[in-house]
């Protein structure tokens, strides 16, 4: 199975301040990686697809890049509603695998 | 709008089984590939299986091959996972997802739920 790897776990950080997820992925999945946005009790949320691909409805503030075995997760300037906790998954080969997660709390 | 509702989430011993039911509006079936992916009361996403209906293929993580099955009925819109053997491990929220071909794959529909709680 391909791990993924996400660093940091845990990201505090501010209102305005740009942040960085990081995924790696131990072997390559070529550009087929999603990050995914969830909130407590809430269902996951596709932002990101084919590794830079920004969902319908998905602010600006949110960028992906990368491809084969590295992949981040950009947020411009973050707002209040982006405090939840990041995953990426690739999708590339069955079966599908998950990072650990990353949580964004407020600073 | 696509809207996913799961159903049949419960209380079950270890060693029983469970069936889980999705069912699907907004959707045509034949475009998706739907799958099911769990999380564990306080962790991480795991994605558990999944079924392609254009081309029959399903696939499953290692720690439920050979215990769960997916299947559905397309023309029904409704996705199922049953679930033999439980184990404690198994305890989790159990998401309904789908995928397209119009983000790569990737899922971009999901349910709110069923939780499933293996205990004696």
Sequence with gaps: DIQMTQSPSTLSASVGDRVTITCRASQSISSWLAWYQQKPGKAPKLLIYKASSLESGVPSRFSGSGSGTEFTLTISSLQPDDFATYYCQQYNTY????????????? | EVQL???GGGLVQPGRSLRLSCVASGITFDDYAMHWVRQAPGKGLEW?????????ETAYAA?????????????????????????????????????SGTTGWAIDSWGQGALVTVSS
């Design chain 1, 95 to 107: 079966p599908w695998t998950f990072g650990q997660g990353t949580e964004v709390e407020i600073k």
């Design chain 2, 5 to 7: 509702v799961e159903s």
């Design chain 2, 48 to 56: 558990v299986s999944g079924i392609s209906w254009r081309s029959g």
């Design chain 2, 63 to 99: 720690s439920v091959k050979g215990r769960f099955t997916i299947s559905g009925d397309s023309a029904k819109n409704s996705l199922h996972l049953q679930m033999n053997s439980l184990r404690a491990e198994d305890t989790a929220l159990y998401y309904c997802g789908g995928s």
